[in-house]
């Protein structure tokens, strides 16, 4: 920050009023003193001093790393007291086997009992008894259920249909064996990774545009980046036109990803919405083009091409090593409804990741001829503008 400010030629008081911060606070992130609690102030100070897409990616890089650098004191604490947690399932096995030989010996023992009293010797014959039974009423049900080949083999197919409410005990048997046929589960552990991300990033303080279905009366004043999930949410606003979407990937563990593939899915598109837009800016200069890939929500089988001389994937992060992926969006002639699916790999294992606007497809819609709106500092209002 201290190199752009420096590049920019411009004062801190200048900057801090453009940034809408005190000079004070803006010198201490400058000289490392202070670290933002978000990432957006420091993305707006870059963008005021000019910041290329390859400046502006590094130093979110680097804000990330240091934020999480700022919390290591605490995650270690939980980490150290892993082991006590983790003890007191080896010491469910030995109760699971004192539960299952005591019920087994005492059994065994009792008939070689030296003195047995006349009521357990009872006992024991009745059991012995009902053991014999049991055995004949096996040798008698088999032949029945195999069912017989000689003179009197309709008694034996009769006696097997009579036999048939036997089979339903063979349930009982199967728990025996079904735990070598139980099939693997899938693997229902979370990636090795967390996604981040910023549905709706100014390019420039004036470039981003919503699409609301309210009159200019019913509408609140244009808001930051920071803000517009709040915004967006409480006027059911839809970005007009074109939508830019950060994605910040980072790995949870040592271990590195692979990142494989990028792919949109549209989950559903429509008319455009006849609604009014309202611009966030009005009268700003052109600013910096961040985006590393594009998305055209008119093809038919839309696809996230190559950007800005960004390389194309596969890429590789850690937790040491994270990466930012900027996504616009934008269509001319629908309402588009879509999301994200990144592919990855790593730890001998793979799958997809959905990336969407907190559980929900991302939406963008077409501005073409819809009346445009601008809120211009100092009259509190917004007022019709030129047209595009």
Request: charged share 20%; net charge neutral.
């Amino acid at each position: 920050m201290s190199e752009l400010k420096t590049r920019s030629g411009l004062s801190y008081g200048v900057l801090a009023k453009r940034l809408h911060m005190s000079t004070s606070t803006l010198h201490r992130y400058c000289t490392g003193t202070a670290l933002p609690n978000e990432y957006t102030p420091v993305e707006r100070f870059a963008r005021v001093c000019r910041a290329t897409p390859d400046e502006l990616v590094e130093l979110h890089r680097s804000w990330i790393l240091a934020d999480a650098g700022r919390g290591r004191r605490a995650d270690r604490a939980p980490i150290a007291e892993q082991p006590s947690a983790v003890e007191p399932p080896s010491a469910v096995e030995p109760v699971v086997e004192a539960t299952v030989l005591p019920v087994v010996e005492p059994v065994v023992e009792a008939a070689p009992a030296p003195v047995p009293s006349r009521r357990r010797r009872h006992a024991l014959i009745a059991s012995a008894v009902a053991v014999v039974l049991l055995a004949a009423v096996v040798v008698v049900v088999r032949p029945g259920i195999r069912g017989g080949t000689d003179a009197d083999g309709r008694q034996a197919s009769s006696s097997a249909s009579a036999a048939d409410p036997a089979p339903p005990q063979s349930p009982t048997a199967t728990p025996t064996g079904t735990p070598t046929a139980t099939p693997t589960p899938p693997d229902t552990a979370p990636p090795p990774f967390t996604v981040a991300t910023r549905p709706y990033v100014y390019a420039d303080p004036c470039d981003q545009h919503f699409l609301v279905n309210s009159a200019p009366a019913h509408v609140g004043p244009p808001v930051g980046e920071s803000d517009a999930p709040r915004w967006a949410a409480a006027f059911g606003a839809v970005p007009s036109g074109q939508q830019l979407v950060a994605l910040t990937v980072q790995g949870t563990g040592a271990e590195t990803v692979v990142l494989e593939a990028l792919h949109v899915r549209i989950a559903a598109k429509g008319a455009p919405l006849a609604w009014n837009d309202y611009a966030m800016g009005f009268g700003c200069g052109g600013g910096v083009d961040t985006k590393s890939f594009d998305v055209d929500l008119d093809r038919g089988s839309p696809t996230v091409t190559v950007k800005g001389g960004q390389r194309d994937f596969p890429y590789k992060v850690s937790k040491s090593d994270p990466e930012v992926f900027y996504v616009t969006a934008h269509t001319k002639a629908h309402d588009v409804r879509w999301d994200l699916t990144l592919e990855w790999s790593g730890g001998g294992r793979r799958g997809t990741v959905r990336v969407d606007n907190g559980g929900t497809p991302f939406r963008t819609s077409a501005d073409v001829g819809r009346p445009g709106y601008g809120y211009l500092l100092g009259d509190g209002e917004w007022i019709k503008r030129p047209e595009r």
